[in-house]
């Protein structure tokens, strides 16, 4: 069974640009999940996503962050424009239940 | 406001000595309790889970407790192997308006000694 994929696995940009991610969940997984994860913190939820819909980004600062998930299955999250304190990893994990979550590898970002 | 707390950032123990790791929650609406292990430059992967059910449940040499009245899990890593050394998340999940969703504490990084 294939994992989640995310890319690219590494990027670094300038403040004030943009920076776009992308994930393809497990096959099958109907609950995508969107997670923020700064150096020495644990993963915070930015969006979730059942299939298609939202079903919570109370945490993701809309101003400038943006996700879809396209026909329910892979997703893109959007930081236009992006600051410095944007600087983390982004994670993108699948689920069927609440059994688990599958994480993909992570998307390091650098914002300069 | 954190609803998932790990108090230890780190911990040193020898190989074949036992591991203990703690997590604390809040919300007395979580039910399922789940631990990830992270190696540096990967994604938190999958290691044990409990539902508010039961009191423990054990898989090899990984079992957690879970005490409901003290809103308190903890993992025990019996024994210890060098390749256990990663960082540690406990992640809690409640059946919100939302749906399912999964609160993270910040981690402890296990070092097991040679």
Redesign the interface.
């Given at each position: 069974e294939a994992g989640?994929a995310q890319s690219p696995r590494y990027k670094i940009i300038e403040k004030r640009q943009s920076v776009a991610f992308w994930c393809n969940p497990i096959s099958g997984h109907a609950?995508l999940?969107w997670?923020q994860q700064i150096l020495?913190?644990?993963?915070?939820?930015l969006i979730?996503f059942?299939n298609n819909g939202v079903?919570?980004d109370s945490q993701l600062p809309k101003d400038r962050f943006s996700a879809e998930r396209l026909k329910g299955v892979d997703s893109t999250l959007k930081i236009q424009p992006a600051k410095l304190e944007d600087s983390a990893v982004y994670?993108c994990?699948s689920?069927i239940?609440?059994?688990?979550?599958?994480?993909?590898?992570?998307t390091?970002l650098t914002v300069l | 406001d954190q609803q998932v707390k790990q108090n230890s950032p780190s911990l040193s123990v020898q190989e074949g000595r036992i591991s203990i790791l703690n997590c604390d929650y809040t919300n007395s609406m979580f039910d399922y309790f789940l631990w990830y292990k992270k190696y540096p430059a990967e994604g938190p992967t999958f290691l044990i889970s409990i539902s508010s059910i039961k009191d423990k449940n054990e898989d090899g040499r990984f079992t957690v407790f879970l005490n409901k009245s003290a809103k308190h899990l903890s993992l025990h890593i019996v024994p210890s192997q060098p390749g256990d050394s990663a960082v540690y998340f406990c992640a809690a999940s409640g059946k919100g308006d939302t749906g399912n969703q999964f609160y993270f504490g910040t981690g402890t990084s296990l070092t097991v000694i040679p």
């Open positions: 989640v609950t999940y997670y020495g913190q644990g993963p915070k939820l979730q059942q079903v919570d994670l994990a689920s239940d609440r059994s688990t979550q599958y994480f993909g590898p992570g390091r | -």
